[in-house]
Protein backbone atom coordinates (compact mmCIF):
# COMPACT_ATOMS: atom_id res chain seq x y z
CA UNK A 1 0.00 0.00 0.00
CA UNK A 2 1.13 3.92 -0.46
CA UNK A 3 -0.05 6.81 1.02
CA UNK A 4 -3.35 8.03 -0.10
CA UNK A 5 -4.39 9.87 3.43
CA UNK A 6 -7.17 9.21 5.02
CA UNK A 7 -6.18 6.39 6.91
CA UNK A 8 -6.91 4.80 10.15
CA UNK A 9 -6.82 7.25 12.92
CA UNK A 10 -5.81 10.05 10.70
CA UNK A 11 -2.55 8.36 9.97
CA UNK A 12 -3.13 7.95 5.77
CA UNK A 13 -0.73 5.24 5.12
CA UNK A 14 -1.28 2.34 3.53
CA UNK A 15 -4.34 3.14 3.05
CA UNK A 16 -6.22 2.96 -0.51
CA UNK A 17 -9.76 4.79 -1.89
CA UNK A 18 -10.29 1.21 -3.26
CA UNK A 19 -10.22 -0.54 -0.07
CA UNK A 20 -12.83 -3.22 0.51
CA UNK A 21 -14.01 -2.72 -3.11
CA UNK A 22 -13.60 -5.34 -5.87
CA UNK A 23 -14.35 -5.45 -9.08
CA UNK A 24 -17.46 -7.19 -9.87
CA UNK A 25 -17.89 -10.86 -11.10
CA UNK A 26 -20.79 -9.50 -13.77
CA UNK A 27 -19.92 -9.06 -18.06
CA UNK A 28 -21.94 -6.53 -19.43
CA UNK A 29 -22.58 -6.86 -23.50
CA UNK A 30 -24.66 -4.92 -26.08
CA UNK A 31 -26.52 -5.23 -28.92
CA UNK A 32 -29.22 -3.77 -31.05
CA UNK A 33 -31.62 -6.30 -29.46
CA UNK A 34 -32.09 -9.53 -27.79
CA UNK A 35 -31.43 -11.54 -29.96
CA UNK A 36 -27.76 -12.09 -31.36
CA UNK A 37 -26.71 -12.69 -34.18
CA UNK A 38 -25.27 -16.09 -35.07
CA UNK A 39 -22.75 -14.85 -36.31
CA UNK A 40 -21.31 -13.57 -32.45
CA UNK A 41 -23.14 -16.62 -30.47
CA UNK A 42 -19.74 -18.20 -30.09
CA UNK A 43 -18.02 -15.27 -28.98
CA UNK A 44 -20.65 -14.44 -26.45
CA UNK A 45 -20.69 -17.80 -25.25
CA UNK A 46 -16.62 -17.94 -24.96
CA UNK A 47 -17.28 -15.36 -22.07
CA UNK A 48 -20.15 -17.67 -20.49
CA UNK A 49 -18.45 -20.53 -20.69
CA UNK A 50 -14.51 -18.85 -19.82
CA UNK A 51 -16.54 -17.43 -16.41
CA UNK A 52 -19.37 -19.61 -14.98
CA UNK A 53 -19.29 -17.73 -11.78
CA UNK A 54 -19.83 -14.05 -13.39
CA UNK A 55 -23.90 -13.08 -14.03
CA UNK A 56 -24.27 -12.17 -17.66
CA UNK A 57 -25.75 -9.49 -18.84
CA UNK A 58 -26.90 -7.96 -22.50
CA UNK A 59 -27.91 -4.66 -22.98
CA UNK A 60 -29.97 -3.65 -25.44
CA UNK A 61 -30.16 -0.52 -27.65
CA UNK A 62 -33.68 0.34 -25.60
CA UNK A 63 -31.88 -0.53 -22.31
CA UNK A 64 -29.33 2.55 -23.54
CA UNK A 65 -32.10 4.89 -23.61
CA UNK A 66 -33.69 4.19 -20.10
CA UNK A 67 -30.45 3.83 -18.59
CA UNK A 68 -29.93 7.87 -19.62
CA UNK A 69 -33.20 8.51 -18.67
CA UNK A 70 -32.94 7.09 -15.40
CA UNK A 71 -29.61 7.85 -14.12
CA UNK A 72 -27.74 10.04 -16.59
CA UNK A 73 -30.57 12.69 -17.22
CA UNK A 74 -28.02 15.26 -17.67
CA UNK A 75 -26.87 13.51 -20.72
CA UNK A 76 -30.37 13.80 -22.80
CA UNK A 77 -29.44 16.44 -25.14
CA UNK A 78 -26.16 14.81 -26.16
CA UNK A 79 -28.02 11.76 -26.49
CA UNK A 80 -30.48 12.85 -28.54
CA UNK A 81 -27.60 13.99 -31.25
CA UNK A 82 -25.67 10.90 -30.73
CA UNK A 83 -25.58 8.15 -33.69
CA UNK A 84 -26.32 4.36 -32.60
CA UNK A 85 -22.78 3.40 -32.37
CA UNK A 86 -22.18 6.52 -30.26
CA UNK A 87 -25.16 5.56 -27.89
CA UNK A 88 -23.49 1.98 -28.26
CA UNK A 89 -20.02 3.42 -26.73
CA UNK A 90 -21.62 5.62 -23.95
CA UNK A 91 -23.33 2.54 -22.51
CA UNK A 92 -20.23 0.84 -22.16
CA UNK A 93 -18.82 3.70 -19.74
CA UNK A 94 -22.24 4.36 -18.16
CA UNK A 95 -22.92 0.27 -17.28
CA UNK A 96 -19.08 0.05 -15.70
CA UNK A 97 -19.37 3.34 -13.62
CA UNK A 98 -22.91 2.64 -12.21
CA UNK A 99 -22.67 -1.02 -12.15
CA UNK A 100 -18.85 -1.85 -12.82
CA UNK A 101 -17.95 -5.24 -13.94
CA UNK A 102 -16.02 -6.43 -16.99
CA UNK A 103 -17.48 -4.96 -20.13
CA UNK A 104 -16.95 -6.82 -23.68
CA UNK A 105 -17.59 -5.99 -27.02
CA UNK A 106 -20.21 -8.32 -28.66
CA UNK A 107 -17.49 -9.36 -31.64
CA UNK A 108 -14.77 -9.96 -29.06
CA UNK A 109 -13.78 -13.74 -27.64
CA UNK A 110 -12.88 -14.20 -24.36
CA UNK A 111 -9.42 -16.38 -24.53
CA UNK A 112 -8.54 -16.20 -21.28
CA UNK A 113 -10.90 -16.01 -18.02
CA UNK A 114 -11.38 -12.81 -16.24
CA UNK A 115 -9.93 -14.62 -12.99
CA UNK A 116 -6.74 -15.09 -14.54
CA UNK A 117 -6.27 -10.94 -15.72
CA UNK A 118 -5.07 -10.04 -12.34
CA UNK A 119 -3.33 -14.00 -11.71
CA UNK A 120 -0.20 -12.23 -10.99
CA UNK A 121 -1.95 -9.72 -8.02
CA UNK A 122 -3.23 -12.90 -6.60
CA UNK A 123 -6.39 -10.50 -5.90
CA UNK A 124 -8.45 -7.77 -7.54
CA UNK A 125 -7.59 -6.02 -4.39
CA UNK A 126 -7.11 -2.02 -5.33
CA UNK A 127 -7.34 -2.58 -8.67
CA UNK A 128 -10.00 -0.22 -9.84
CA UNK A 129 -9.68 -0.26 -13.26
CA UNK A 130 -8.39 -2.91 -15.95
CA UNK A 131 -7.65 -1.93 -19.86
CA UNK A 132 -5.52 -2.89 -22.09
CA UNK A 133 -2.90 -1.52 -24.54
CA UNK A 134 -3.69 -1.52 -28.64
CA UNK A 135 -0.77 0.23 -30.21
CA UNK A 136 2.20 1.24 -28.64
CA UNK A 137 3.96 3.06 -31.53
CA UNK A 138 7.45 2.66 -30.09
CA UNK A 139 9.93 5.02 -31.92
CA UNK A 140 8.09 4.64 -35.32
CA UNK A 141 8.80 8.13 -36.72
CA UNK A 142 5.86 8.35 -38.55
CA UNK A 143 3.22 7.68 -36.24
CA UNK A 144 1.08 10.93 -36.05
CA UNK A 145 -0.35 9.83 -39.22
CA UNK A 146 -1.70 6.56 -38.17
CA UNK A 147 -2.25 7.41 -34.65
CA UNK A 148 -3.61 10.33 -32.25
CA UNK A 149 -1.32 9.46 -29.72
CA UNK A 150 1.52 7.21 -29.12
CA UNK A 151 0.24 4.70 -26.68
CA UNK A 152 -3.49 3.89 -27.10
CA UNK A 153 -5.80 1.62 -24.45
CA UNK A 154 -8.06 -0.07 -26.02
CA UNK A 155 -11.87 -0.34 -25.11
CA UNK A 156 -13.77 -3.26 -26.54
CA UNK A 157 -13.25 -4.80 -23.53
CA UNK A 158 -12.54 -3.13 -20.12
CA UNK A 159 -13.13 -3.86 -16.47
CA UNK A 160 -13.70 -1.61 -13.52
CA UNK A 161 -14.98 -0.86 -9.72
CA UNK A 162 -18.57 0.76 -9.90
CA UNK A 163 -18.16 5.02 -9.38
Excluded at 92 to 107: N, S
Excluded at 128 to 152: A, N, S, T
Aim: one cysteine or more; proline letters at 6%; glycine letters at 12%.
Amino acid sequence: GGSYGGGPNGSGVGVSPLDGLRIPRVIHQTWKGAEVPPRHERRVRSWREKNEAYAYRLHTDADIEARVRAHHPELLEAFGKMSGIHRADLLRYMVLYDEGGVYADIDTECVRPVDEWMANTGDFHNVGLIVGIEVVVGDRPDWKKYFDRPIQICQWSMASVPR
